[in-house]
Nanobody, 120 residues
């Protein structure tokens, strides 16, 4: 089982990035995106259920990011717009086998992170 995140990079403040996380080896009930900035703990960003009918965002990103998934491709996405320097972090995807939503304590599998750097 593997989760492969991609799409990170360096962008100016106000710019956009689209992260992808492709799962292989099995399917998952829910996915989540998390991030960890230097010197800080990993935090929740967004989560989506299997059918996409349950979506939750952290207050810090609400209105600026959109999580989505393509079950045919076993892939989850995070579209990030209006990026701010404080969004700079390593972004991780996580997946749950049987939960409708994932939080930091509900992740069964983690992917490797992808670095997002937002310059001012």
């Amino acid at each position: 089982v593997q989760l492969q995140a991609s799409g990170g990079g360096v962008v100016q403040a106000g710019g956009s990035l689209r992260l992808s996380c492709a799962a292989s080896g099995r399917t998952f009930s829910s996915y989540g995106w998390f991030r960890q900035a230097p010197g800080k703990e990993r935090e929740f960003v967004a989560t989506i259920s299997r059918s996409g009918d349950m979506i939750y965002y952290a207050d810090s990103v609400k209105g600026r990011v959109t999580i989505s998934r393509d079950n045919n491709k076993n892939t989850v996405y995070l579209q990030m717009n209006s990026l701010k320097p404080e969004d700079t972090a390593v972004y991780y995807c996580g997946a749950s086998v049987d939960r409708h939503r994932v939080s930091l304590i509900g992740v069964d599998y983690w992917g490797r992170g992808t670095q997002v750097t937002v310059s001012s």
